[in-house]
């Protein structure tokens, strides 16, 4: 009985050695497969992800591409508006200033100064009325410069530079 005891006991192990051997290569099989199972989901959801980012990057590659085409556009506007604006102001400009107005009243007083000198002498009536006239001619000079060069300074953000007060010769 005792031999009968052995066998039993030797094939009863053998029977939970085999059991225990096949229940771990089951277990190592579901799991490699359940392993298998979840790289492929991760590895589908990375996949759908690199999609989504390259999707993202296109769109914004396409918006960057627009929107430096329309800040070029718009650059491109801006430079011929400003090219626009100084042909205008080339013409707008006025080339006068205060010193050449005062210099005008210095020169008609100047004038009317040699008026008044050549009045005293006899036979200088041609040269009295030719000085009169200039006088006359640059008074108006004089006044259409003024009106320019307030003209220019109602248009020009900044006004003309004043000219310092010319100094008057006294006779």
């Keep these: 009985m005792t031999t009968e005891i052995y066998i039993a006991l ?7 050695t085999a059991t225990t051997l096949y229940f771990l290569k089951a277990f190592k099989r579901a799991y490699n497969r359940g392993l298998a199972e ?18 993202d990057l296109n769109g914004l590659r396409h918006s960057r591409e627009r929107d430096q085409d329309l800040h070029e556009a718009a650059l491109l506007q801006s430079r011929q508006h400003y090219a626009d604006m100084c042909k205008k102001m080339i013409h707008l400009r006025c080339p006068f ?29 041609h040269v009295r009325n030719r000085a009169a006239s200039q006088q006359n001619q640059l008074q108006k000079t004089a006044a259409t410069v003024i009106q320019l060069i307030h003209r220019a300074e109602q248009m020009n953000e900044r006004a003309l530079p004043q000219a310092p007060a010319p100094v008057e010769v006294q006779v």
């Design 38 to 55: 979840g790289l492929r989901t991760l590895d589908d959801q990375h996949a759908t992800r690199i999609r989504c980012l390259e999707l």
């Design 10 to 16: 030797l094939g009863l192990l053998a029977g939970w």
């Design 97 to 125: 200033t205060h010193i050449d107005h005062r210099t005008l009243i210095s020169a008609a007083d100047t004038l009317r100064l040699a008026q008044e000198t050549w009045q005293a002498f006899p036979g200088t009536d």
